[in-house]
């Protein structure tokens, strides 16, 4: 991919603002008019009312019209603390056609930054490879949101050639090195050498370290799911380079397509089960399927938390 200019970069930035406020505004509005009211959307000036805190701050004409206790929340106000990790191995490179999965986590991230920012939340990131690339602190002001945008432009104009992923040992340090009791938010394709038996079992480890640390977590599984999953190809020779490693392959994808699918079936069976074991969030996120289950599954887990 071609370097940016400046002038590109900040038509690109301002296009990622753009973006990350329509995915966020139509999602909200899509949460009013639907028939379960699940959530509360009243996310810039109140929030529900706790037993036990001062009554000073109740909205005492939002209760007569709602039924509800929300109090007023003010700009200080933190509600959660959130961390996101994007995974820029080069795997998430994939595919060179249309949108990738990295393009699609950058698109995501932003979306959720925006939503934390109209919620007050505090929210940090962190982009890792085979190592911690770069990570912030966590904060809710707009400086801050516009701040990381501009990171994540920098990273989405140049993405990495021939990296591998080293999850493991980032998410051993972000159990660390974070404030406990914050929501950590993973955005991977999780394919750490994955049909390795033990690799599974060091990345399962890792994610209990989270766990035991007090995070709560969600991995949004990146995919391409046509292509990743179901080996989606025709039904002739193909050739395949492995973006990481660089490794090459010639074959019929139809004759691998059973023992492959297989194979990984029982990789995500087994991270499907330690994720059960550790109650964390696994969801999946084909990049054709765009942005809404993204914030859907990410408010689920937030209102389990307040």
């Not at 990790?85 to 959720?112: C, R, W």
């Not at 995070?215 to 190809?233: G, Y």
């Amino acid at each position: 991919m071609p370097k940016l200019n400046e002038d590109q970069q900040i038509r690109q930035l301002a296009n990622l603002e753009l973006l990350a406020r329509q995915v966020v505004e139509g999602f909200i509005t899509g949460l009013h008019q639907s028939p379960f009211h699940g959530f509360s959307v009243e996310f810039a000036e109140h929030r529900l009312y706790n037993n036990g805190e001062s009554v000073k701050n109740i909205d005492w004409k939002l209760l007569a019209r709602t039924d509800k206790l929300f109090v007023k929340q003010f700009e200080e106000e933190t509600n959660l603390r959130c961390f996101l990790l994007l995974d820029t191995s080069s795997s998430m490179n994939f595919p060179e056609a249309g949108t990738n999965k990295l393009q699609f986590s950058v698109y995501a991230i932003a979306s959720l930054m925006y939503l934390f920012k109209k919620q007050r939340d505090a929210f940090g990131l962190c982009m890792f490879s085979d190592k911690i690339d770069w990570i912030s602190a966590a904060k809710s002001t707009t400086t801050h949101l516009f701040y990381l945008y501009a990171e994540l432009e920098k990273m989405y104009a140049s993405p990495k050639a021939n990296t591998q992923t080293n999850i493991t040992n980032v998410l051993h340090h972000i159990a660390q090195e974070i404030h406990q009791r914050s929501l950590v938010i993973i955005f991977s394709d999780m394919l750490e050498n994955n049909l390795d038996a033990g690799k599974q079992q060091a990345l399962f480890a890792a994610i209990q370290h989270l766990k035991f640390n007090k995070h709560e977590v969600v991995i949004f599984n990146v995919t391409d799911k046509q292509k990743e999953l179901e080996l989606n190809f025709d039904n002739r020779p193909h050739h395949f380079v492995d973006i990481e490693s660089g490794d090459e392959l010639k074959v019929n994808p139809a004759r691998i397509r059973d023992a492959y699918k297989a194979s990984l079936k029982e990789y995500r069976h087994q991270l499907e089960l330690k994720c059960a074991q550790y109650h964390i969030d696994l969801v999946d996120a084909d990049i054709h399927e765009g942005y809404h289950h993204i914030l859907n599954a990410y408010l689920v887990k937030r209102n389990k938390m307040i």
